[in-house]
């Protein structure tokens, strides 16, 4: 898995409570990246970070808000977890080469909001 | 929407057989990949294909790419059992600034039967 890490692999949880997921890298990539995938819908990206804090959104980032002050963590929070925030999150680096965006998944997290 | 959209949506083959998967996509791309994901884990890179490129082999892996259709093949030549499992497609677009992220299909389930 390229060193990258994801805690807590599972996780339960009430509605409106908040969660923060940690994706760990050990390899000092510049780009990290946390999907959703839900049945359906594949993989949708959430927010990325292209270095140390900066970020920016992506396709599904209502809800989630994300931090990296360290280039080996990236944080995804919702802030008050709601029913359709259930899914398994990915985490993802991508090295540096050029153009291309070849990525690297992390194992991810299966989180479930009762 | 969906950049990348991959058919069939389920294909069940016997060992031995050949696997072909497609994608097609809506916007010119930088390039073209294609990931793995078994049943529970993260996704894991196969290839990548570049706009300017047309056919690239890894090992039993071809993948094409037809611009002017706005599409991908990936053929799984002799398929074994071990190839069960989701393949996706991900496209890279032409920024029009900034940073370009890749954008995942919904995924074709492979089943390959002893």
């Known amino acids: 898995d390229a060193g990258i890490t994801q805690s807590p692999r599972h996780k339960v949880t009430e509605t409106g409570t908040p969660v923060t997921l940690r994706c760990h890298q050990t390899e000092n990539h510049r780009y990290m990246y946390w999907y959703r995938q839900d049945p359906g819908h594949g993989l949708r990206l959430i927010h990325y970070s292209y270095g140390v804090k900066d970020t920016d959104k992506g396709e599904v980032s209502d809800g989630y808000s994300v931090s990296r002050s360290k280039t080996e963590d990236f944080l995804l929070t919702l802030e008050s977890a709601t029913s359709s925030q259930t899914s398994v999150y990915f985490c993802a680096i991508s090295e540096t080469r050029g153009s291309y965006n070849e990525q690297f998944f992390g194992p991810g997290t299966r989180l479930t909001v009762l | ?114």
């Open chain 2, 1 to 114: 929407s969906q950049q990348g959209e991959e058919d069939p949506q389920a294909l069940s083959i016997q060992e031995g057989e050949n696997a072909t998967m497609n994608c097609s996509y809506k916007t010119s791309i930088n390039n073209l990949q294609w990931y793995r994901q078994n049943s529970g884990r993260g996704l894991v890179h196969l290839i990548l294909i570049r706009s300017n490129e047309r056919e690239k082999h890894s090992g039993r892996l071809r993948v094409t790419l037809d611009t002017s259709k706005k599409s991908s093949s990936l053929l799984i030549t002799a398929s074994r059992a071990a190839d069960t499992a989701s393949y996706f497609c991900a496209t890279l677009l032409l920024p029009n600034s900034g940073y370009s992220t890749l954008t995942f299909g919904k995924g074709t389930m492979l089943l390959v039967s002893p």
